[in-house]
């Protein structure tokens, strides 16, 4: 049976540009950096203790995709800080945080012009 997510899929364009971004600005870990042919790389990222890792990699007849809303959502123990501290370094937030009655949330870029959610329980 399937048991858990073992990654999820951001779509980039520039994906030297893109690593840099996620483990300067965001912190995330390599897992592994391999080539793919064609001068296309499989980068896997760690987030932290998280099972699920995300891969910087576009399929061929994807590339609309670069530059979209990523369906789904970033969690960090306190929204106001992580927007404190990755605004400090740069990153580009579309919305400062917001507080609503299920938690705490912000929306931010990344070096690809990809939106993310941000968000606390």
């Known amino acids: ?3 858990k997510v073992k990654f999820v899929g951001i ?5 030297e540009r893109a690593l840099a971004f996620y483990t300067e600005k965001l912190g995330f870990k390599v897992a592994t ?3 793919m042919g064609g001068g296309k790389r499989w980068i896997e990222l760690r987030i932290g203790g998280a099972e699920t890792r995300v891969v910087l990699f576009t399929p061929e007849g994807h590339e609309d995709r670069v ?4 369906n789904g ?6 929204v106001q800080k992580t927007y404190e501290e990755l605004k400090a370094k740069g ?5 400062e945080p917001k507080t609503e009655p299920w938690g705490t949330s912000a929306l931010f870029k ?12």
């Open 33 to 35: 950096d391999q080539p």
């Open 11 to 15: 779509p980039v364009k520039d994906q």
């Open 91 to 95: 990153v580009e937030f579309t919305q």
């Open 73 to 78: 959502s970033l969690e960090a123990d306190s």
């Open 110 to 121: 990344d070096s690809e012009g990809n939106q993310f959610v941000l968000s606390s329980k």
């Open 1 to 3: 049976m399937i048991n």
């Open 67 to 70: 530059g979209t809303f990523f």
